[in-house]
């Protein structure tokens, strides 16, 4: 059997909501001091969406990024990863492949488990591209994080869009063929259908985000994944900073090495800003890894750990391809960041209040936000979207 070519993520950009909430607003609302969400989660700020955005616009937004500099050519497969998505039957990928005029001949679908699944899609492209090394797999990850008021899951709230492209000789990462699982039904967290707040078990799902580590890693090791001194970089699913420090401790420790444990400040930057944007967020921590760590990571393995509520964790590793850094485009990520715009406590509130409005019922949005697509209501019982010129 001939060798395969190495395959993995080609391209990536983010995509954020344009209002932002700094979580001294909601510290001061709850009566709690701000230095348990600042220090105790290790959280700055969060990313809330506007009247007339969802999780299709950040994701086509971020899925634009990306075709913009990479073309539609071989793209076939559209996957969009979420567990906020907008409809019951109809992918939130079809009205993203309609705004981003991709090809007719393109396969489209919505996949779902809680945070894991944008590494299930990656899994999914990897092997679509095995199978056909001309053909690339866009995978786009999106997701508002959203939390009953005065809940202690409130401050751990976000919204944000990965995209990137899996092909073959990828530019920024291949990834390595060994990966390890574990799946466990467990009630730590999760939406019954008809309601837009998660429910959740704060202190169980962080039990149940170790064990599943545990779980996973221990699979990657015994099928031969790399030992974690050969590991150069971690990134793991980030509902909140502090998660993933614990989850780094945690992986220390069942490794038993005695090297000390990388940091992973580079990985934490961009979801410290944005809070926790669910099967998006790991990803969120590569392009942070890639665009903040300062040393050239060319060469260097990166561990990722994905971890979706319920629950599925897995774990797996890429290699940095050289020339990476000419793939990155960390002027577009912060200008993501900065022209998003401030609200206090009581605009907050009612955007959270609005985002409950009745799915099967007509309404128009107001043209809150300057980003390339708008969520423009529903007509028909339909959901609307436009694109801007
Ligand atoms: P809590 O119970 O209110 O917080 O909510 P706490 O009392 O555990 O305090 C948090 C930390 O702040 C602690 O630090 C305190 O000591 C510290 P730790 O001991 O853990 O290191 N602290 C302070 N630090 C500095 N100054 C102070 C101060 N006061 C306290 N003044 C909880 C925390 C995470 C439970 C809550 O936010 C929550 O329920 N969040 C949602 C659930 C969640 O994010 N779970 C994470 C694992 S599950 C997961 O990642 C999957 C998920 O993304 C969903 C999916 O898969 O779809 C959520």
Redesign the pocket.
């Known amino acids: 059997m001939s060798e395969l070519a190495p395959a993995g993520i080609d391209e990536m950009a983010f995509a954020t909501a344009h209002r932002v909430l700094d979580l001294a607003e909601i510290a001061r609302r709850n009566g709690v ?1 701000v ?2 969400y600042y ?3 290790g959280q700055r700020r969060m990313s809330v969406a506007a009247e007339d955005e969802d999780p299709v616009t950040m994701g086509a937004e971020a899925a634009r990024a990306v075709l913009d500099r990479a073309g539609v050519a071989g793209v076939r497969t559209l996957v969009f990863a979420t ?1 906020s998505g907008v409809d019951q039957s109809k992918s939130a990928g079809v009205y993203a492949h309609r705004l981003l005029g991709l090809p007719a001949h393109c396969r489209v679908v919505e996949i779902k488990q ?3 699944s944008a590494t299930a899609a990656l899994q999914f492209g990897l092997g679509l591209v095995a199978r056909e090394p001309s053909e690339k797999v866009l995978v786009v990850a999106s997701d508002i ?1 959203r ?1 009953r008021l005065g809940s ?2 409130e ?2 709230q976000g919204a944000a869009a990965v995209a990137f492209l899996v092909g073959a000789n990828p530019g920024l990462m291949a990834i390595e063929p060994v990966s390890g699982i574990f799946t466990a039904e467990i009630d ?2 999760w939406r019954p259908n008809g309601m837009s707040e ?1 429910l ?1 078990d ?2 169980l ?2 039990e ?2 170790l064990g599943a580590l545990e779980g996973a890693w221990g699979d990657y090791r015994s099928r031969g994944g790399a030992g974690f001194g050969q590991i150069d970089r971690f990134c793991y ?1 980030q ?2 900073a ?2 993933a420090l ?1 989850a780094h401790a945690r992986l220390h420790e069942l490794a038993g090495s005695d090297a000390p444990a990388a940091r992973l400040d580079a990985g934490l930057a961009l979801s410290r800003e944005v809070g ?1 944007s ?2 998006a ?1 790991l990803y969120l921590g590569l392009l942070s890894l890639l665009e903040n760590d300062p040393e050239d990571l060319s060469g260097r393995r990166v561990g990722l750990f994905a ?4 629950c599925v964790g897995e774990f797996l590793a890429g290699i940095v391809q050289p020339g990476y850094r000419t793939r990155l485009r960390p002027e577009r990520t912060l200008e993501s960041l900065v022209r998003r715009v401030p609200v206090g406590y009581e605009e907050y509130r009612i955007l959270h209040e609005l985002y409950e409005r009745p799915a099967a019922q007509d309404y128009g949005t107001a043209a809150a936000t300057d980003g390339p697509f708008r969520f423009a209501g529903v007509s028909g019982m339909a959901r609307r979207y436009e694109r801007r010129a």
């Open positions: 001091e230095g348990k220090v105790g989660l567990e809680a945070c894991y994080a939390y202690a899951g401050p751990t730590d967290f998660a959740v704060g202190k799902s962080l149940a985000y699913h509902p909140f502090k998660m614990k926790n669910y099967t967020s971890y979706g509520s319920g």
